[in-house]
């Protein structure tokens, strides 16, 4: 149990474009979600909290327009990198946290954006 | 000083050692601690959560937080080459539900 799936897991885009990542808790609910970014040889870093129905917390320093996060049911959470640059391009992961827990988060296998 | 410290490694032993990991933490807030082991391109992978100070076992894992010390440490047993990856402490405050990561520490198990 408590299986996370993203989507998709590599994707390579052009300067300019939009891409969306998702995000499913498939065997629970989760109220809330996490994303999060990680360059090579480093730890996870989170980008913004996502709660179901609400508005996503962002962290400081993360562009709120430019990553768009949608968590519009209890097993869905969407990332999207608007207008992508090649600074943008790192390996995304997402979390779910078991509702009515605070300590399991449960990570999906993580998204590869390559912005030529 | 970050709030978790953990050395990055890498850490090399031979197949059937066993292996000790660790972490400190600055701040006494940190109620709930966590060990993540992550594959080369893949996601963290929960091994083993704890909320008070003592031990608590999981087949060949063992985690132990001395909340007095601030330290968290994980214990593998019978080291295998699959347990080679990255292992991730992580830890949330009280009152907040956000996970604090250490950097990783980088295992490899040699056959």
């Known amino acids: 149990g408590a299986v996370v799936s993203q989507h998709p897991s590599r994707v390579i885009c052009k300067s300019g474009t939009s891409v969306k990542i998702e995000c499913r808790s498939l065997?629970?609910?989760?109220?809330?979600m996490f994303w999060y970014r990680q360059f090579p040889k480093k730890s996870l870093m989170l980008m913004a909290t996502?709660?179901?129905?609400?508005?996503?917390?962002?962290e400081q320093g993360v562009e709120k327009d430019k990553f768009l996060i949608n968590h519009a049911s209890l097993t869905l959470s969407t990332l999207t990198v608007t207008s992508a640059h090649p600074e943008d391009s790192s390996f995304y992961i997402c979390?779910?946290?078991?509702?009515?827990?605070?300590?399991?988060?449960?990570f999906g296998p993580g998204t590869r954006l390559l912005v030529l | 000083q970050k709030e978790v410290e953990q050395d990055p490694g890498p850490l090399s032993v031979p197949e059937g050692a066993i292996v000790s990991l660790n972490c400190t933490y600055s701040?006494?807030?940190?109620?709930?601690f966590m060990w993540y082991r992550q594959y080369s391109r893949k996601g963290p992978e929960l091994l083993m959560y704890?909320?008070?100070?003592g031990n608590k076992e999981d087949g060949r894992f063992t985690a132990q937080v001395d909340k007095s010390s601030k330290y968290i440490s994980l214990f593998i047993r019978d080291s295998q080459p699959s347990d080679s990856a990255t292992y991730l402490c992580?830890?949330?405050?009280?009152?907040?539900?956000?996970?604090?990561f250490g950097k990783g520490t980088k295992l490899t198990v040699n056959p």
């Open positions: 979390s779910a946290r078991l509702s009515g827990t605070k300590e399991t988060q449960y």
């Open positions: 701040n006494s807030a940190f109620q709930y």
């Open positions: 065997d629970f609910q989760a109220t809330t």
């Open positions: 996502s709660n179901e129905g609400s508005k996503a917390t962002y």
């Open positions: 704890t909320y008070s100070s």
């Open positions: 992580a830890m949330i405050k009280s009152g907040s539900e956000k996970l604090v």
